[in-house]
T-cell receptor, first 115, second 110 residues
Framework: DVKVTQSSRYLVKRTGEKVFLECVQD?????MFWYRQDPGLGLRLIYF???????EKGDIPEGYSVSREKKERFSLILESASTNQTSMYLC??????????????FGEGSRLTVL | GEDVEQSLFLSVREGDSSVINCTYT??????LYWYKQEPGAGLQLLTY?????DMKQDQRLTVLLNKKDKHLSLRIADTQTGDSAIYFC??????????FGQGTELSVKP
């Protein structure tokens, strides 16, 4: 069974703290994504990675960075957390190539609260 | 830029049909998708339609695509309480990114 695992389901952090959100997939997928989900705004893309050591900015990268040192792991980093980064964070992965449907497989999400 | 729009809420009675609508701007989308998010969970692919199709049926689900109006709909027949969830439509845009709508929260009343 395919699996995307986000290490923390719930986190509470203080303003200014450094936050790491980890995501691991076991499907040997090349592409990985970080989204944030907010009510009424849907999913907004923060960063994505086409393959190991590659990263591209999404629509809202400000205040975030990412790391993809290994194919199976994609980390989202908040260098200095702020209250407006309180949100649900969703990681997803996808098999690369044009001969598939492009389906994204999602983790269960990490709900971050910044006080 | 590319955009995908959905209404935020839909309420139906158990046994009725539900129709969730979506409009999009990127006409180069190859596939268009419907994802379902149950409470406390991530998103799961519900169904998809290839852009050269007008309709796709899969058991209780019917997807209609009107390319001229850039309108996508998801019909759920005989809606059950277990269908209560948030439904997202999504389409790929240039660069391989997937753009999601705001999500439609479907509430099914017994």
């Amino acid at each position: 069974d395919v699996k995307v695992t986000q290490s923390s389901r719930y986190l509470v952090k203080r303003t200014g703290e450094k936050v790491f959100l980890e995501c691991v997939q076991d499907m040997d997928h090349e592409n990985m994504f970080w989204y944030r989900q907010d009510p009424g705004l849907g999913l907004r893309l923060i960063y994505f990675s086409y393959d190991v050591k590659m990263k591209e900015k999404g629509d809202i990268p400000e205040g975030y960075s990412v790391s993809r040192e290994k194919k199976e792991r994609f980390s989202l980093i908040l260098e200095s957390a702020s209250t407006n980064q309180t949100s649900m964070y969703l990681c997803a992965s996808r098999l690369a190539g044009r001969l598939n449907t492009g389906e994204l497989f999602f983790g269960e999400g990490s709900r971050l609260t910044v006080l | 830029g590319e955009d995908v729009e959905q209404s935020l809420f839909l309420s139906v009675r158990e046994g009725d049909s539900s129709v969730i609508n979506c409009t999009y701007t990127d006409s180069s989308s190859t596939y268009l998708y419907w994802y379902k998010q149950e409470p406390g969970a991530g998103l799961q692919l519900l169904t998809y339609i290839f852009s050269n199709m007008d309709m796709k049926q899969d058991q209780r689900l019917t997807v209609l695509l009107n390319k001229k109006d850039k309108h996508l709909s998801l019909r759920i027949a005989d809606t059950q309480t277990g269908d209560s969830a948030i439904y997202f439509c999504a389409g790929p845009c240039q660069g391989g990114k997937l753009i999601f709508g705001q999500g439609t929260e479907l509430s099914v009343k017994p």
